[in-house]
T-cell receptor, first 115, second 116 residues
Framework: AQSVTQPDIHITVSEGASLELRCNYS??????LFWYVQSPGQGLQLLLK??????LVQGIKGFEAEFKRSQSSFNLRKPSVHWSDAAEYFC?????????????FGSGTRLQVQP | DTGVSQDPRHKITKRGQNVTFRCDPI?????LYWYRQTLGQGPEFLTY????????KSRLLSDRFSAERPKGSFSTLEIQRTEQGDSAMYLC??????????????FGPGTRLTVL
């Protein structure tokens, strides 16, 4: 089964600083990959997705992610973090296999933004 | 698109009671999913529907859990004889039903269940 790992449980950055959240996937072929964000007590909002083609993907709220096959990674980046970006971020991949449509999520990275 | 909606947003119940949650997907989305999320964890898949057919259930969906999507539109998730371990956020998502892994799931705000 496909899986993703988010090595960082918690990250703190200063407002205006750059951000990179890590996501490593486990799959032989090129996977489909997603990043979602969850504010406290809320559902998940799709930030961006990678299916194929250009390895640098642009998303909403100024986020981007780069697919690197050689490193099995799909890291999320933002050049300048805003206080409103404080939330939990999840990387996800379809489970794969015939008829299986569920997403498998990483354990998440909680982002704290310091003023 | 009005987005995925869920009702109620919060539910507090006593152990042993039955609870039912509702999810209304984005219109024209033919797939609907239920996930459960416990504190500090990512969502875990419970079940999904293609129109009114329930096509996959995870082993997390014990006999006390049942989900329906009778007309291929809204869905309900019922938990019978709730236990304290059922306390979690229950998330609903919907998608267009595109082939393979390209299908994108859009999530609702969730229902937070607390079992006392």
């Amino acid at each position: 089964a496909q899986s993703v790992t988010q090595p960082d449980i918690h990250i703190t950055v200063s407002e205006g600083a750059s951000l990179e959240l890590r996501c490593n996937y486990s799959y032989g072929a090129t996977p489909y990959l997603f990043w979602y964000v969850q504010s406290p007590g809320q559902g998940l909002q799709l930030l961006l997705k990678y299916f194929s083609g250009d390895t640098l993907v642009q998303g909403i709220k100024g986020f981007e992610a780069e697919f690197k096959r050689s490193q099995s990674s799909f890291n999320l980046r933002k050049p300048s973090v805003h206080w409103s970006d404080a939330a939990e971020y999840f990387c996800a991949v379809p489970q794969g296999g015939t008829g299986r449509r569920a997403l498998t999520f990483g354990s998440g990275t909680r982002l704290q933004v310091q003023p | 698109d009005t987005g995925v909606s869920q009702d109620p947003r919060h539910k507090i119940t006593k152990r042993g009671q039955n609870v039912t949650f509702r999810c209304d997907p984005i219109s024209e989305h033919n797939r609907l999913y239920w996930y459960r999320q416990t504190l500090g964890q990512g969502p875990e898949f419970l079940t999904y529907f293609q129109n009114e057919a329930q096509l996959e259930k995870s082993r997390l969906l014990s006999d006390r859990f049942s989900a329906e999507r009778p007309k291929g539109s809204f869905s309900t998730l019922e938990i019978q004889r709730t236990e304290q371990g059922d306390s979690a956020m229950y998330l609903c998502a919907s998608s267009r039903g595109l082939a393979g892994g390209r299908d994108t799931q859009y999530f609702g705000p969730g229902t937070r269940l607390t079992v006392l």
